[in-house]
């Protein structure tokens, strides 16, 4: 059962009546329940909606290389089992929809990943491990979901601020999360990704936004091995 409140709104003509679809309005008190945030790595992946036990979560669409919500952390749900449906609305759309169950625990963050391509999408849902720094540091974990048609190695992430020793990120297999590590926040950083093993960067990015202290973000592989490939950068918690 969806913890959010659906608010249900009609427009009205001379003669007739256009309904509108019921959206559940975004609840932010973290306080109870459990919080989820969708990111959408799906390759060509352009008008998505999220649905919870047959309600429409969000009201805007989101596509590939960006997470729902876009204004907030994420949404709130009851505890407990939920189903969740991702489509494509779009009359011409090719796009496979995902449905999925998925348990969530009380007082738990959760991303749910949304990967591959629009004719075979597949999902991964992490527990995210929050932990607010008694500093300034911010925390960064790595997320790859790279697409290719065959198997990839893994990836090693290095840092420009921390130099060409150890990589920051090590041996990230493909559809993998890592930890959250602290992370220097209030600088520009570039990171590097390699395949594992490798002299020559797959991609070099520069993390986009600038870390805030004391907040969680993920840096996100997404894209087509062969072709255009990005890390996007968004806030976790």
Avoid: W
């Avoid at 960006?66 to 011409?92: E, R, V």
């Avoid at 796009?95 to 749910?112: C, E």
Wanted: hydrophobic content about 40%; some cysteine; aromatic content about 12%.
């Amino acid at each position: 059962m969806l913890h959010l409140a659906v608010v249900v709104a009609s427009s009205f003509c001379l003669s007739c009546t256009r309904e509108i679809p019921q959206v559940a309005p975004l609840d932010t008190d973290f306080t109870t329940g459990s919080t989820v945030q969708v990111f959408n790595a799906t390759v060509k992946a352009a008008s998505n909606f999220v649905y919870a036990d047959g309600t429409q979560i969000s009201g805007v669409t989101f596509g590939f290389g960006s997470a729902f919500p876009g204004t907030a952390y994420s949404f709130k749900l009851n505890s407990g089992a939920h189903t969740f449906l991702i489509k494509d609305t779009t009359a011409t759309t090719k796009q496979t929809p995902i449905t999925f169950s998925q348990t969530l625990d009380p007082g738990k963050n959760y991303t749910i990943f949304m990967y591959d391509t629009i004719t075979s999408v597949k999902q991964v849902t992490v527990a995210n491990n929050i932990i607010v720094p008694s500093d300034t540091t911010a925390r960064l974990r790595f997320a790859n979901f790279i697409f290719n048609t065959t198997a990839l190695p893994n990836v090693d992430v290095y840092s420009f601020r921390k130099g060409t020793g150890a990589p920051v990120f090590t041996n990230v297999a493909t559809a993998a999360v890592t930890d959250f590590i602290p992370y220097i926040s209030g600088q520009t950083d570039t990171l590097y990704v390699y395949a594992t093993g490798t002299t020559s960067p797959l991609i070099v990015k520069t993390l986009v936004p600038i870390l805030t202290p004391t907040r969680s973000y993920t840096a996100a592989l997404n894209g087509s091995y062969k072709a255009t490939k990005t890390v996007s950068t968004f806030a976790t918690y």
